[in-house]
């Protein structure tokens, strides 16, 4: 596609999506969840034709050389498939959130004033590989009254693409606007920029996948962006912590999954109870294979650990490495966590109440947990039912995103007449 | 200053903000409260002073010419005063939102999950020349528990210092960091550059003032814009209407305040009843000497009216000129609303159940209102107490804007040594 014609497909793209995004605002439960389950019918139904395309995907990946962690999540299976019409089952099971209105109170003019919660319009979804992304992002985006526009990654351009078909027929089976989820049908890398630059008619734009393209979509976009940058996760060991629990959660929030953003990072051990919980960790690590990098108090209580360098304390390994510093008491570590941390998850293990309540105010991070691993930070596990991500940023929505992240709301007077006096 | 010796002055006060920021979030609500009212009593022992500052304010700009609205708005005299001091004993009265943990439940897992309401951080404030904000921005900053740098308008620089001094010596008394607050000391217009760029300390911006202030900040900030564009509201007349209070509500939504955001600019009115209210809104408008401009179906009941062109439809007149057309009904109206409009206030006058529900569920905009005056579109008539202003973004805060829109939530999670099993 030329420059031109890819800006004017763009914004007829985001033109239709923003009609769209009325009809949808305006949708009832019924008509959204008629689509939803026309969606799981359709994945079921399609299902041969899609894990062919997505064959077709995962060849010209392999043969075009591509790393094979992207190639395994690239492919599509009849489980994969099951997961996704499971997960459309799921929202349609969710509560809607539009229209929900609350606080409604009567002032002393007369007037009566609450807030209602309404879509946010039309938002932009830009992620990479994984295919099932199409089906949630659309499910989720749907579920809570807004049009989206979806830019898949050109690997998985055929799974999209028959993912698109199913999504389109449900749309028109349940008598929704087609244009309320478009996938774009261009690979041109040039699609993303004018995507970002359509502020007219795409409210939000939330980008999934490595840092380098958030940072990338971040930078370049027009419009306000839910990011998720690092998660750099600690967990503090008081030095009132219960030994066999301060070791529990802190190996399981290591060990339960290293590729997650939720996973601990760095752990800070108060020196008081130092002797008496780093040498369980460093065996429990030691059997899971994990590299420790410690300041010198840890390599005292670890032989086996490695010196920790100042950029250890802001490193998000996502694998087998965790670095560890021994700090004096509660000051140390909030202050090492609001300075070196992401403010994505921190948790403290402790039976101190005063320490406990401290740490919840004063650490400035999306989520704060006391005696509780930090890998339980994520929206299924948080009972929002589902997750289009998890927000670093303060403003809107902080912490694991799900419906209520793509809404807003708006005020709502109800009068009978009033005027203003002044 | 030089370039280099701003950019280090500028990075300085946002390190030592985000300091602040730090010990303004563990704050008491009575350590604030204390710094609140020291404030009041400084602003009443420094009356004198601060008089003498602003008459030198005032002198320098009437003889550097400033146009005498901008004069006007400079001008601080003993009620002026009074009010400041009136304003900081209602922003202590407010509940103090922070630490507010709401939805608390406990999970299938055993941890309990719940939101706190926190402050946001650092807030930088930019406006123009009324000194009073200086006082409002930052004690509603400083009530929800956030540092401000505060930029003021070069014209207003003695009388901006003058309430600084008796700001630092109240956080003095309240034994909290002078750095809660910063008024910079630099009419350098480059301040506002660098400020826009301290990303790293600064977590919103809130300009207030003119669109060209506020557009230019908005392109130009690296940090998120809580802002105010246009407010193009409507009137609209629905076929059932009752027609006196139809007339009172459009004439009060123009007439209560020309040169406000929540003025009607544009009134819509249902064909049918276009002949029974457009005369009598025509000799109320013609009274108050308000030009109208309309459609033709409007001038063929007004022949007092101008032609309206298509450019009058999004005018934010903020005058004595309002632009009329007669629509067909509801979906018409709501179709020009959400065409035309800037999604700040808009209301319907009808009786009729399910155009109401429609109007509040379709209308896309901040406050959306039934048979009620647009001007009651503010923070202190929707009872929030106070207001940083009025926002026409969708995402974190929309509508008008007080101390919850200079808080975020985060989850915190309580645990008894939970741990996530896969």
Redesign the interface.
């Known amino acids: 596609m030329g420059t031109h014609s890819l800006e004017s497909y763009m914004r007829q793209v985001g033109a239709d999506a923003r009609a769209a995004s009325?009809q949808l605002?305006?949708a009832s439960t019924a008509d959204k969840s008629r689509a939803l389950l026309a969606m799981a019918d359709g994945l079921a139904a399609g299902r041969a034709a899609l894990l062919e395309a997505n064959a077709r995907d995962v060849e010209a990946a392999v043969s075009g050389g591509l790393e094979q962690p992207l190639v395994d999540r690239l492919v599509l299976d009849d489980a994969a498939i099951d997961r996704m019409i499971e997960g459309l089952h799921q929202v349609d099971k969710l509560p809607d959130p539009v229209?929900e209105v609350t606080d409604l109170?009567y002032?002393p003019?007369g007037?009566q004033?609450g807030r209602?919660r309404?879509p946010?319009?039309v938002i932009g979804i830009i992620y990479e590989s994984r295919p099932n992304v199409t089906v949630e992002a659309a499910s989720l985006c749907l579920k809570a009254g807004n049009a989206s526009i979806l830019r898949g990654g050109s690997e998985a351009f055929h799974s999209n693409q028959a993912i698109a078909a199913v999504i389109a027929a449900s749309l028109d089976a349940a008598r929704l606007p087609r244009a309320a989820v478009h996938l774009l049908n261009t690979t041109d890398r040039a699609a993303v920029g004018e995507l970002l630059r359509l502020a007219e008619f795409v409210?939000?734009i939330v980008p999934r996948g490595g840092k380098g393209l958030i940072e990338r979509i971040s930078h370049e976009s027009t419009i306000?962006v839910?990011k998720h940058l690092d998660g750099v996760c600690h967990v503090y060991i008081d030095a009132d912590a219960?030994v066999?629990?301060a070791v529990?959660?802190a190996?399981?929030s290591k060990l339960?999954?290293f590729a997650v953003c939720n996973a601990m990072e760095t752990l800070l051990v108060a020196a008081p109870i130092a002797d008496r919980v780093l040498p369980a960790l460093g065996d429990g690590f030691a059997k899971a294979g994990v590299e420790l990098r410690g300041c010198a108090r840890t390599r005292a209580l670890l032989a086996g650990a490695r010196p920790a360098a100042e950029s250890d304390w802001r490193e998000e390994y996502l694998g087998p490495v965790l670095a560890i510093r021994v700090v004096e008491g509660l000051d140390d570590a909030i202050a090492h966590i609001?300075t070196y941390g992401s403010q994505h998850t921190d948790?403290i293990?402790t039976n101190h109440y005063g320490r406990a309540r401290?740490f919840?105010?004063?650490v400035?991070?999306?989520?704060?947990?006391?005696?509780?691993?930090t890998?339980?930070?994520d929206g299924f596990?948080?009972?929002l039912g589902a997750e289009i991500g998890i927000s670093t940023?303060?403003?809107?929505a902080?912490?694991?995103v799900g419906l209520e992240g793509l809404t807003?709301?708006?005020?709502?007077?109800?009068?009978?007449?009033?005027?203003?006096?002044?």
Chains 1, 2 share one sequence.
Do not use: C, W
Not at 409 to 415: E, I, L, S, T
């Open positions: 009325r605002a305006a229209g109170v002032r003019t007037i004033v209602m309404v946010l319009g409210d939000v306000p839910i219960d066999d629990m529990a959660v190996l399981n339960s999954k609001n948790a293990v401290r919840l105010a004063e400035d991070s999306a989520s704060v947990m006391v005696n509780a691993s890998q339980f930070a596990e948080y009972g940023d303060k403003l809107h902080r912490g694991p807003t709301q708006k005020y709502v007077v109800f009068g009978n007449g009033e005027i203003r006096h002044r």
